[in-house]
């Protein structure tokens, strides 16, 4: 019998595409051990925004939600999203930080490490994969992602070959990121053929989003292509800039015929949980009923959910919404001039805001931000395309030459982890503490000085109790 598995995404795609990824634990832990016992492919539960969101806005210690999900979750894959040599922040870090920082992964509790590079420059994952090999447990596994974006120098035979490279490299599986849900019924169609005719029987996923309305579509297709994994969310926080529902694909793959392996009463059960708290979110305004509609307009300009909502409250914030139609037309001119990259994190925020910057001054690349002259520099990676010559010359000048950001990236000097130990000093208690210094370092410091607080005070309760 034919089988296609689902990833649940509900604790981090889902939340963080629709609620801007504000879901505390506390709020999911009552459910978890009933998916445990759902039968999902894996549950994608840690990375991407979660991280940063845990320290900046829920005062959480992201290594602990990772360790009570392993606690109760014992059965199932659990699942991350890895930037890179970004790992899961906006810049590239060291090789000696991105091992470190996938040894800890581990350590605490993940399996599957989705690795992508915005630009798919593959050494830009190189590291993270070595790393995922050399600390990998029974049930890790490295998966080869590739961000997926349309533009001419984005062909299929292009994507082939670099799945190609991704299996000689030595990943697992590989996965296909269609960010912006752009990718057509009939591009899944060719993509998926073509791929699994050049990898053989090693695991295909699909990662899409419904933001364009076309997802339902795009994945009927991909299981009629051979699709083997796809990425899908408990109904109540699917759909809009989210995934595909669960119980939905579920329903669909068994009139196919196609054994996907779940439990039709615990995956129900699952989304009973998740209805009130969508209410919840709903209502306390965190849920923005934007979020759950279609948006069409992503298939002109290519633009993920999440950077359109991104885009919005800047604006909002600025009193220059009336540049909204402007901003939006600009992004894919900066977009080709930068060479094509996918707009995906950190490109996708580094195009918007040079997007909005150009419109709001009127004139294209009088400014430039810090981080687009370090990609026009090439620190970022090699681009897909050609960046406009105009751009580099105002960059590198007449006879500049790009920069091999691996140069940067292997210095293996224990510096950051030396900075670390000096700045947080006896609020540090264990190396996790240091990796989420070096990773979002503000952040991290007032929350360990929050925990530290918090003790004190516990303790002084104790001895007054006693
Ligand atoms: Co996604």
């Given at each position: 019998?034919?089988?296609?598995q689902?990833?649940?995404?509900?604790?981090?795609?889902?939340?963080?595409?629709?609620?801007?990824?504000?879901?505390?634990?506390?709020d999911?832990?009552?459910?978890?051990?009933?998916?445990?016992?759902?039968?999902?492919?894996?549950?994608?539960?840690?990375?991407?925004?979660?991280?940063?969101?845990?320290?900046?806005?829920?005062?959480?210690?992201?290594?602990?939600?990772?360790?009570?999900?392993?606690?109760?979750?014992?059965n199932?894959?659990?699942?991350?999203?890895?930037?890179?040599?970004?790992?899961?922040?906006?810049?590239h870090?060291?090789d000696?930080?991105?091992?470190?920082?996938?040894?800890?992964?581990?350590?605490?509790?993940?399996?599957?490490?989705?690795?992508?590079?915005?630009?798919?420059?593959f050494?830009?994952?190189?590291?993270?994969?070595?790393?995922?090999?050399?600390?990998?447990k029974?049930?890790?596994?490295?998966s080869?992602?590739i961000?997926?974006?349309?533009?001419?120098?984005?062909?299929?035979?292009?994507?082939?070959?670099?799945?190609?490279?991704?299996k000689?490299?030595?990943?697992?599986?590989?996965?296909?990121?269609?960010?912006?849900?752009?990718m057509?019924?009939?591009?899944?169609?060719?993509?998926?053929k073509?791929?699994?005719?050049?990898?053989?029987?090693?695991?295909?996923?699909?990662?899409?989003?419904?933001?364009?309305?076309?997802?339902?579509?795009?994945?009927?297709?991909?299981?009629?292509?051979?699709?083997?994994?796809?990425?899908?969310?408990?109904?109540?926080?699917?759909?809009?800039?989210?995934?595909?529902?669960?119980e939905?694909?579920?329903?669909?793959?068994?009139?196919?015929?196609?054994d996907?392996?779940?439990?039709?009463?615990?995956?129900?059960?699952?989304?009973?949980?998740?209805?009130?708290?969508?209410?919840?979110?709903?209502?306390?305004?965190?849920?923005?009923p934007?979020?759950?509609?279609?948006?069409?307009?992503?298939?002109?300009?290519?633009?993920?959910?999440?950077?359109?909502?991104?885009?919005i409250?800047?604006?909002?914030?600025?009193?220059?919404?009336?540049?909204?139609?402007?901003?939006?037309?600009?992004?894919?001119?900066?977009r080709?001039?930068?060479?094509?990259?996918?707009?995906?994190?950190?490109?996708?925020?580094?195009?918007?805001?040079?997007?909005?910057?150009n419109?709001?001054?009127?004139?294209?690349?009088?400014?430039?931000?810090?981080?687009?002259?370090?990609?026009?520099?090439?620190?970022?990676?090699i681009?897909?395309?050609?960046?406009s010559?105009?751009?580099?010359v105002?960059?590198?000048?007449?006879?500049?030459?790009?920069?091999?950001?691996?140069?940067?990236?292997?210095?293996?000097?224990?510096?950051?982890?030396?900075?670390?130990?000096?700045?947080?000093?006896?609020l540090?208690?264990?190396?996790?503490?240091?990796m989420?210094?070096i990773?979002?370092?503000?952040?991290?410091?007032?929350?360990?000085?929050?925990?530290?607080?918090?003790?004190?005070?516990?303790?002084v309760?104790?001895?007054?109790?006693?």
């Open positions: 019998m034919k089988k296609v689902l990833t649940e995404t509900v604790l981090r795609d889902a939340q963080q595409s629709l609620i801007a990824t504000r879901m505390p634990y506390a999911y832990e009552g459910i978890l051990s009933e998916m445990d016992k759902a039968g999902y492919y894996s549950i994608e539960c840690w990375g991407g925004a979660t991280f940063d969101s845990c320290l900046r806005y829920l005062n959480e210690d992201p290594w602990e939600r990772l360790r009570n999900l392993r606690k109760n979750l014992p199932t894959r659990l699942q991350m999203l890895l930037r890179g040599q970004n790992l899961l922040g906006y810049k870090y060291h000696d930080v991105v091992e470190k920082f996938i040894e800890l992964s581990i350590k605490n509790g993940i399996d599957v490490i989705r690795i992508f590079d915005a630009l798919n420059d050494r830009n994952i190189k590291t993270a994969l070595e790393a995922t090999q050399k600390y990998a029974e049930r890790t596994i490295a080869g992602c961000s997926y974006t349309q533009s001419p120098v984005h062909t299929v035979d292009k994507y082939i070959e670099m799945c190609k490279e991704l000689t490299m030595g990943f697992q599986t590989i996965c296909l990121k269609d960010m912006a849900g752009t057509s019924p009939y591009e899944a169609e060719h993509l998926i073509g791929i699994k005719d050049a990898i053989g029987d090693m695991t295909l996923i699909l990662h899409t989003h419904c933001t364009t309305g076309m997802a339902y579509m795009t994945l009927t297709k991909a299981i009629e292509s051979g699709i083997d994994v796809i990425d899908c969310a408990a109904s109540a926080f699917s759909g809009g800039t989210s995934q595909p529902s669960t939905t694909m579920f329903y669909a793959l068994q009139q196919y015929g196609i996907c392996g779940l439990d039709e009463k615990v995956i129900n059960t699952v989304n009973d949980f998740f209805k009130p708290l969508k209410q919840k979110y709903i209502d306390n305004g965190q849920l923005n934007k979020s759950m509609g279609t948006d069409a307009q992503a298939l002109v300009y290519k633009v993920p959910g999440g950077m359109l909502s991104n885009m409250a800047n604006l909002t914030d600025m009193h220059a919404m009336d540049k909204f139609d402007a901003a939006l037309a600009e992004i894919p001119k900066v080709e001039d930068l060479g094509f990259p996918p707009l995906v994190t950190p490109l996708s925020q580094m195009v918007g805001n040079q997007a909005v910057t419109v709001l001054i009127g004139e294209r690349y009088k400014n430039i931000s810090k981080e687009v002259k370090n990609y026009i520099k090439g620190e970022y990676g681009a897909p395309g050609q960046i010559p105009e751009l580099l105002k960059i590198l000048g007449e006879d500049g030459k790009p920069v091999d950001c691996r140069e940067e990236d292997s210095k293996r000097t224990g510096q950051e982890f030396a900075d670390a130990k000096e700045a947080l000093g006896d540090c208690r264990c190396e996790e503490d240091i989420s210094y990773c979002y370092p503000d952040q991290t410091l007032k929350f360990l000085k929050n925990r530290k607080a918090q003790e004190e005070n516990e303790a309760y104790t001895i007054e109790a006693m």
